[in-house]
């Protein structure tokens, strides 16, 4: 069994609709949860990070966690085309220094 | 704002010829890392550098893989004798010393094993 699975994609929506990513992890020692985004041949970039359960609201941006079901999502309201790209859960057992563990990630169009 | 950078972008070498990929970490973190990602899989963690030494490495890491901050500011991943399967994206990315993991990626060194 994979440590992280998230749904590769693709997925297309419209200009404006909500977006929902998701991933499941099977380790319940991941403590630290982060979303990236990735354009094409590029690095990921860091969007949203969580610790243990709850939500987080950044922006159009937000991240729950659900360590109970070890499931996390990100949502993206009012998305835009700019927001296609690839997205990325990414989790760690422990705080600074640890290794980042990443799904496969989603590949996401928004079409104006 | 602060970031991750990554020379070169890109790198053509000959199967068996060392390379050397060089990354400068944003300043005022601690700890560094080098990923890769082969093309249509996942990113994978490499190796993890803390106070001038190795503090986890992957089952990939293996003796063909080196890392080194020579100077204060720049942090290299050395591969001794380079094989077809690692051709990848490199990515280098750096934290601070803090509550959370937060990890900022440089663009990608783009190598390729020929």
């Known amino acids: 069994q994979k440590e992280v699975e998230q749904d590769p994609g693709p997925l297309s929506v419209p200009e404006g609709a909500i977006v929902s990513l998701n991933c499941t992890y099977s380790?319940?020692?991941?403590?630290?949860f982060m979303w990236y985004r990735q354009y094409s041949r590029k690095g990921p970039e860091l969007l949203m990070y969580?610790?243990?359960?709850g939500n987080k609201e950044d922006g159009r941006f937000t991240a729950q966690v659900d360590k109970s079901s070890k499931y996390i999502s990100l949502f993206i309201r009012d998305s835009q085309p700019s927001d296609s790209a690839t997205y990325l859960c990414a989790m760690s057992r422990e705080t600074s220094g640890s290794r980042l563990t990443f799904g496969e990630g989603t590949q996401l169009t928004v079409n104006p | 704002e602060p970031e991750v950078t990554q020379t070169p972008s890109h790198q053509v070498t000959q199967m068996g010829q060392e390379v050397i990929l060089r990354c400068v970490p944003i300043s005022n973190h601690l700890y560094f890392y080098w990923y890769r990602q082969i093309l249509g899989q996942k990113v994978e963690f490499l190796v993890s550098?803390?106070?001038?030494?190795?503090?986890?490495k992957s089952e990939i890491f293996d003796d063909q893989f080196s890392v080194e901050r020579p100077d204060g500011s720049n942090f290299t991943l050395k591969i001794r004798s380079t094989k077809l399967e690692d051709s990848a994206m490199y990515f280098c990315a750096s934290s601070e010393f803090g509550a959370y993991n937060e990890q900022f990626f440089g663009p990608g060194t783009r190598l390729t094993v020929l």
């Open positions: 550098f803390y106070n001038n030494e190795i503090s986890e």
């Open positions: 969580t610790y243990s359960s």
């Open positions: 380790n319940s020692a991941f403590q630290y």
